[in-house]
Structure formats: structure tokens, C-alpha cells
């Protein structure tokens, strides 16, 4: 007996099964990108559209210059999609793309490989370097979150490593990671270290330790970590590990290579620590840094709010700058910070602790005086740990809405803060 004939709908696949979309989808599903595309394409649209609405219609602060350099207007799209996530750091990140480090001591303050690759991917596809620095940023933030997902859901389970996604990419501050700035770059590299030295991967752990240590300076701390987890595996003894041990001091070569960079440039390998006092930083005990952000906090912007809730004094120039200038917003997320920490501590494996416990505490031992807990709200949306830690507080549907939602409203009021050139962190 000799088998049935085969249909024609048997025989061939589906027409729509052979489009690029359908190839892209089922990648996508396979892949376990669906989610961390669906957050980043939905975090993007609330950043990039409050950016180029607020750069249309709102009144904005004069652009800032600073060591004889600026950058110049852009036009058409371009002026409403990058040029108003490029202000503040991004500047000096295009100023170092385009002139090198050469060009003002000042900008040693800003480690290289997030600059070094604006000029890069500037330089091969013939666009501007703020441009670079934008898809670079962005892309690196769509694959940190696939790879925040992995590591979440391999530890926390599905549900978690969801609930994490959303808190990250729409904490009020998260609009960094689609700007001109490293805190992609940063996240990726830390979460790859992770991941990896978890999957036993320990040399690509140690590079990826290595290129977030070449991105910012604390990206070192990443050792400690690594260290707890090779222990951890191996034990106590050294007689019983294996060779790669070597690989959790692979993160060193990060600040060597800058070192050596500086050295070269102007005979002086420590000048990014003096480039740090242009920001009017200086040392002090944590609690010193906290009484001094309190001595210098005003709420006369809350209380002209409250006097005349209208839609013209909450975008009013002396609201505005009040809630930027005054120490409103570090305050209130480094004491939020605090419990998250302490969480951390107890519910989460030690290395998921030590690494943004050490990531707080450092900015504290050296305050601002301009702001004392300047970049504090920033430096948060690096601490991942942090949001796994609110991830596994909000596990009941209304808890997690009620924490979601106001944080997508401040995301896109601070997005609109940045993008008109005021302070935010």
C-alpha cells in the first residue's frame, strides 16, 4: 500500500511563513526577545516622544558650554529625536568622540570606551557623533534588558524577571539609557558579567568586567562580585580551583588601558581623579554627604505648586528650576534606596547584595557641593539587583500598578526636564 499523496498545503509552506516578518517572529519567540522588545519599543516611545514634543513646544534653558566648545544646533528631525538627548554629559561624550582627550583636561573625567565607540560608528556610517552615541545607547539598553531577563528568570523564575523588565526601562530615571550617555553601555557589560560567571563562562565574565570598567570607573568593583561567585562554586581552598581564577582580575585591565591612555596624552595616568574637582567634588564621611544635600534642599517649588496647582506654575522657568537645583529628587531615591539595599542584603545571593551596596556608598565618601548627592538618581538604574528586589516586592497585580504608573509619570517628567536643559541628575 503505498502512502497517501501529499496536498499542496503539506507540500509547501504557507506563503506568509516564508516572509522576513513571520522569520522575524518566530526568531524573536525562540530567542525569548519578544518582551524585552515589547518594554524597550514602549520605553522608547515615551522618551523620544516627551523629548521632541517638549523640544517643539516648551521653553528651554540656554544650552551650556563649557571649556571653549559647543555643540551645534541640529535641524529637521534631528533637533527634535537627538538633540535633546544629548545635553549635559553627552556633550563632553561628543566633545572626546570628535576632538579626543587631548583637546581640555576636563574631559578625562569621562571614561572611554562609550566615546570611543560614538566615533567609531561615526566615523563608518558617515553620521554625526550624537547620533552614533544614540543607537549605540539604545541598542546596548534592548540588550541589556534580553540578557536582565535571562539572568532573572534563571534565578527569580518568569514572573519575576517580567516585573523587573518594566521596572527598570520606566524607573523615573531610566530615560538615561536612551540618551547620550554610558549607563547603557555600563548595565550591558555588569549584566554580561553576571550572567556569564553564573553560566560558568569565566573569561568572557572577566572581559565583559573589563569593557564596563573601561566604561566607568566603578565598573572594577565588578571583581568582588565575580569573586563571590567563583568561591562560591569552587570553595575556600585555591589548591581546588581551576585555572580560570585568573579571570576574576581580568576587570583590572579596564583603568590600566584608560591609565595608559592618559599617560600618553598628558604624562599623568591619575589626572581623571583631579578632572573630578571641576565638579566641585570633595571628600566626606556618607552622613556629612547627607546633612549636607538636606542643608542645602528648599521646597519653595512644592509650596508655590500647592498654592496654585495650574498647569502654568507646574510649568513655570521658577518650579522647574527649583525642583532641579534643590536636592528634591537625589534625596528622596537615595533614601529610597536604602530599604531596596537592605533587601537586598537579606533575600538576595550575596553578590546580588555586595556589588550595588558598594555602587551607592562610593558617590557618598566624595559629595558635590553644588549638589552633594549629585547623579544619585542615575547611578540607581545601574544597581540592577535593585530592581529584582522590587520585582519580588510587587508580586500582587495592585501592587505592582501603583508603583508602575507613577514612575512612567516622573519618567516623563524628568525626560522633559532634561531635554529642556535643566538639571536633573
Known amino acids: 500500500m503505498t502512502a497517501e499523496p501529499a496536498t499542496i498545503d503539506d507540500a509547501r509552506p504557507r506563503s506568509r511563513d516564508r516572509t522576513p516578518l513571520h522569520a522575524l517572529r518566530r526568531v524573536a519567540r525562540e ?7 515589547l518594554v524597550f519599543t514602549l520605553h522608547w516611545i515615551v522618551v523620544a516622544g516627551v523629548a521632541a514634543v517638549v523640544t517643539r513646544y516648551a521653553n528651554r534653558q540656554p544650552n551650556v558650554e563649557a571649556v571653549g566648545w559647543r555643540l551645534p544646533d541640529l535641524d529637521g528631525w534631528r533637533e527634535l529625536f537627538v538633540q535633546p538627548l544629548r545635553n549635559w554629559d553627552g556633550f563632553w561624550y561628543a566633545l572626546i568622540a570628535i576632538e579626543g582627550y587631548d583637546y581640555h583636561p576636563a574631559s578625562t573625567a569621562f ?12 566615523s ?9 552615541g544614540l543607537l549605540l545607547a539604545n541598542l546596548a ?24 523588565l518594566w521596572l527598570l526601562a520606566f524607573f523615573p530615571t531610566a530615560f538615561y539609557f536612551s540618551a547620550v550617555y554610558s549607563e547603557s553601555f555600563f548595565l550591558l557589560f555588569s549584566l554580561l558579567a553576571f550572567y556569564w560567571a553564573a553560566g560558568g563562562k569565566w573569561w568572557l565574565a572577566g572581559l565583559a568586567g573589563a569593557l564596563a570598567a573601561l566604561t566607568r ?6 571583581i568582588v562580585p565575580l569573586a563571590i561567585i567563583f568561591v562560591d ?5 585555591p589548591r581546588g580551583w581551576p585555572r580560570t581564577w585568573l579571570a576574576v582580575g581580568v576587570p583590572v585591565a579596564g583603568p590600566l588601558i584608560y591609565l595608559s591612555v592618559l599617560w600618553r596624552t598628558y604624562r599623568d595616568p591619575l589626572l581623571t581623579l583631579d578632572a573630578q574637582k571641576g565638579w566641585a567634588r570633595e571628600e566626606a564621611m556618607p552622613w556629612t554627604t547627607f546633612q549636607m544635600a538636606f542643608d542645602q534642599s528648599d521646597f519653595n517649588w512644592l509650596r508655590d505648586l500647592l498654592a496654585s496647582p495650574t498647569w502654568s506654575t507646574l510649568t513655570s522657568h521658577s518650579v522647574r528650576f527649583g525642583f ?23 533575600k538576595l545571593p550575596l553578590q546580588y547584595a555586595v556589588f550595588p551596596i558598594m555602587l551607592y556608598v562610593l558617590p557618598l565618601f566624595s559629595p558635590s557641593t553644588i549638589h552633594p548627592l549629585m547623579s544619585m538618581s542615575r547611578f540607581l538604574i545601574v544597581m540592577f539587583p535593585l530592581f529584582i528586589a522590587l520585582a519580588l516586592l510587587t508580586r500582587r497585580q495592585i501592587t505592582f500598578t501603583l508603583v508602575l504608573v507613577p514612575s512612567i509619570v516622573l519618567l516623563s517628567i524628568l525626560t522633559a526636564q532634561f531635554s529642556t536643559w535643566y538639571w536633573v541628575a
Not at 146 to 164: D, P
Not at 233 to 237: P, W
Open 31 to 37: 530567542q525569548e526577545l519578544q518582551l524585552p522588545a
Open 111 to 122: 571614561w572611554p570606551l562609550y566615546p570611543w565607540s560614538m566615533r567609531a560608528v561615526a
Open 124 to 132: 563608518l556610517f558617515a553620521i554625526r557623533v550624537e547620533l552614533a
Open 141 to 164: 539598553f534592548f540588550l541589556a534588558l534580553v540578557v536582565f531577563q535571562r539572568l532573572v528568570k534563571r534565578e527569580w523564575g518568569v514572573a519575576v524577571a517580567n516585573r523587573a
Open 217 to 222: 570607573n566603578v565598573g572594577v568593583l565588578l
Open 233 to 237: 562554586r569552587y570553595g575556600y581552598n
Open 324 to 346: 532641579a537645583e534643590h536636592e528634591t529628587l537625589d534625596i528622596a531615591f537615595a533614601l529610597l534606596a536604602i530599604p531596596l539595599l537592605i533587601y537586598c542584603l537579606v
